[in-house]
């Protein structure tokens, strides 16, 4: 996770803006997967996709949703109840504590509305500045970039910035690329590393931006064996988008559930 010695950092934002129009180019279909839709409903969403899937928050919200459609719902809620409704998300006491908190702490500081400064958002409970990014920039078109562990991991072998801290990351980034373009790129970014750029074994030999990796060969660079770890409805796209044969790319990739 190192940065180049000889690039410049001029350089390094010029690759960093060839990076993001491949990652257009790449992700037409990006966008927040946690459906919602209100901030009240994303700021829940976001919530509770703390070491869970979005997929399996989208199976829990429809319901949770509809028992709940205020803030002040979820101040007054009964905690075994909504316990229950979220058990599947993982970790369901604290996110418990987190939900009825945040509506009360809505009611009493905001009128019951979720607010769209990100000095409000982060005083809340369970909203750092992560879920505070999420919610501004999707429920209130207020450009932000969101440092998940994808986005992360992503600029990092990138050698786009070598700062672990998410915050330090955030602003790197950010002064790379024009503010209105930040919220998009977080998603481009996350669905890049859901989908192509995975943790352990990344699908280097299947990756539109090869060329301008500096860690290209962490993952397997042969074609054949780099379309199999391609996840996700668009597989077979992504694959030919890398130039490679979308027929490498196996019928249950095409089905596997992007992490």
């Given at each position: 996770?190192?940065?180049?010695?000889?690039?410049?950092?001029?350089?390094?934002?010029?690759?960093?803006?060839?990076?993001?129009?491949?990652?257009?180019e790449?992700?037409?279909?990006?966008?927040?997967e946690?459906?919602?839709?209100?901030?009240?409903?994303?700021?829940?969403?976001?919530i509770?996709?703390?070491?869970?899937?979005?997929?399996?928050v989208?199976?829990?919200?429809?319901?949770?949703?509809?028992r709940?459609?205020?803030?002040?719902?979820?101040?007054?809620?009964?905690?075994?109840?909504?316990?229950?409704?979220?058990?599947?998300?993982?970790?369901?006491?604290?996110?418990?504590?987190?939900?009825?908190?945040?509506?009360?702490?809505?009611?009493?500081?905001?009128d019951?509305?979720?607010?769209?400064?990100?000095?409000?958002?982060?005083?809340?409970?369970?909203?750092?500045?992560?879920?505070?990014?999420?919610?501004?920039?999707?429920?209130?078109?207020?450009?932000?970039?969101?440092?998940?562990?994808?986005?992360?991991?992503?600029?990092?072998?990138?050698?786009?910035?070598?700062?672990?801290?998410?915050?330090?990351?955030?602003?790197?980034?950010?002064?790379?690329?024009?503010?209105?373009?930040?919220?998009?790129?977080?998603?481009?970014?996350?669905?890049?590393?859901?989908?192509?750029?995975?943790?352990?074994?990344?699908?280097?030999?299947?990756?539109?931006l090869?060329?301008?990796?500096?860690?290209?060969?962490?993952?397997?660079?042969?074609?054949?064996?780099?379309?199999?770890?391609?996840?996700?409805?668009?597989?077979?796209?992504?694959?030919?988008?890398?130039?490679?044969?979308?027929?490498?790319?196996?019928?249950?990739?095409?089905?596997?559930?992007?992490?």
């Amino acid at each position: 996770m190192t940065r180049s010695a000889t690039e410049t950092d001029l350089g390094r934002t010029r690759r960093a803006r060839r990076i993001g129009r491949v990652l257009t180019e790449t992700h037409p279909d990006a966008l927040c997967e946690l459906d919602h839709g209100s901030p009240l409903e994303l700021a829940v969403a976001t919530i509770l996709s703390a070491q869970c899937t979005d997929k399996k928050v989208n199976e829990v919200t429809p319901k949770l949703f509809a028992r709940y459609p205020t803030a002040a719902d979820y101040a007054g809620a009964d905690r075994g109840e909504v316990e229950e409704m979220i058990r599947p998300t993982g970790f369901y006491r604290n996110k418990t504590n987190s939900l009825i908190q945040l509506g009360q702490a809505l009611v009493e500081r905001h009128d019951g509305q979720v607010p769209g400064r990100l000095a409000d958002l982060v005083t809340l409970p369970g909203i750092g500045r992560k879920t505070a990014n999420v919610i501004l920039g999707n429920a209130f078109d207020v450009p932000g970039i969101t440092v998940d562990t994808h986005f992360q991991r992503l600029v990092r072998r990138w050698g786009l910035t070598i700062e672990t801290d998410p915050v330090k990351i955030e602003h790197e980034i950010g002064a790379m690329f024009p503010k209105r373009d930040w919220t998009m790129l977080s998603h481009r970014i996350i669905f890049h590393g859901r989908r192509v750029c995975h943790a352990r074994k990344p699908a280097c030999g299947a990756c539109t931006l090869a060329k301008l990796c500096p860690s290209y060969g962490t993952g397997p660079t042969e074609p054949a064996a780099a379309a199999k770890l391609l996840k996700g409805p668009r597989a077979r796209d992504l694959a030919a988008a890398a130039g490679v044969d979308p027929e490498l790319v196996p019928a249950q990739a095409v089905q596997a559930e992007a992490p």
